[in-house]
């Protein structure tokens, strides 16, 4: 207890400095999303009429005024960033209703998908990894040709195959929407195959390299099924890398997600950014990139904050936590 009461000032400090770490990278985002939409070019008065309406001077003037395109470029910058802060993310030039509005409507259908994928995606490296890690060159040869298979293929080739022979050919998902259950399942595996091919990969080297460890022999020596050897020793030790991994596969998904949800047509913030770019509709392409740079920085803030949940070192160490473990080596000591 007296242990635990000394190490929560140190994991609240660290808690602490990651959220500023974020915080500055969410200004970097944002910083660089302004200055990249700035560099596009075109008219931004265009841009919100439409492309099918000619403006008059005047109107083009009365537009300018209003939404301060007149204003020199750090003023635009500043503006928009006290805006960002509190919590205004503008009006989408198309739609005419406010950023935020936009994006309620569409970030659950993304989410559900982002969370389907990542949740099949575990399950499948976890348990393709246990299946064959120490197993012989033949198995393993196989499924690492899988793997290396989907993760090289197209996301968007793998969906179009997915419907052509279980939509239209075979007719078990619907061909397109989001209507139910199964309406999920299509975009959620073929969202998922590649994230699962890269961390079963990863997993299996660890727990390779996990099962040379002394540790193992001695947990063997002492009768404990080879079961219980690989999933309650092996995997945890195994398990740190692999997280990290995940971190950064889980933070860009949303570009995975634009291809799926076009191919699928499904509502979501990847059709709605690509409606956004298209249209040069700034205010709502501005909005997805810092929701997507926010949804990165929460991931990687689980992340290290879940390292003491699996290595038990690490908690008596706080100093431990700046420092990520290596995604490709696994630790040389037991965690447990």
């Not at 968007?156 to 195959?161: K, N, R, V």
């Not at 975009?187 to 996990?210: I, S």
């Not at 040069?280 to 390292?307: E, G, R």
Request: with cysteine.
């Amino acid at each position: 207890m007296a242990e635990r009461t000394r190490l929560m000032p140190a994991l609240a400090g660290y808690v602490a400095r990651r959220l500023l770490a974020g915080v500055v990278v969410l200004w970097g985002a944002a910083t660089v999303t302004f200055v990249a939409l700035h560099r596009i070019g075109g008219d931004p008065v265009d841009a919100v009429v439409g492309p099918t309406v000619s403006p008059t001077p005047g109107l083009r003037r009365q537009i300018t005024q209003e939404y301060g395109f007149d204003q020199p470029l750090i003023v635009q910058y500043g503006r928009w960033l006290g805006r960002l802060i509190g919590g205004d993310l503008g009006r989408s030039y198309q739609l005419g209703r406010p950023v935020t509005a936009v994006l309620a409507d569409q970030v659950w259908p993304t989410c559900a998908l982002a969370l389907s994928a990542v949740l099949l995606a575990s399950v499948s490296a976890v348990v393709t990894a246990l299946a064959t890690a120490g197993r012989g060159r033949v198995v393993r040869g196989l499924v690492s040709g899988a793997e290396l298979a989907v993760v090289s293929l197209p996301s968007f080739w793998l969906g179009l195959l997915a419907l052509s022979f279980l939509s239209f050919r075979w007719h078990l998902f619907p061909v397109a929407g989001d209507q139910g259950f199964a309406a999920l399942v299509l975009p959620a595996v073929t969202l998922a195959l590649p994230v699962a091919g890269v961390l079963a990969q990863v997993l299996r080297q660890c727990l390779d390299e996990a099962l040379t460890q002394p540790f193992v022999l001695t947990v063997r020596t002492r009768g404990v099924p080879e079961a219980l050897v690989l999933t309650r020793h092996a995997l945890r030790h195994a398990a740190i890398p692999v997280v990290t991994l995940a971190g950064w596969v889980v933070g860009s998904l949303l570009g995975g997600a634009v291809l799926i949800e076009t191919v699928f047509a499904r509502p979501g913030l990847g059709r709605v950014l690509l409606a956004a770019v298209g249209s040069k509709d700034t205010p709502v392409v501005a909005a997805i990139v810092l929701l997507s740079a926010a949804a990165f920085t929460c991931v990687n803030l689980l992340v290290d904050l879940a390292y003491p949940a699996l290595d038990p070192r690490l908690r008596t160490a706080p100093t431990a936590h700046r420092t990520r473990p290596k995604p490709t080596t696994a630790a040389k000591e037991s965690p447990v």
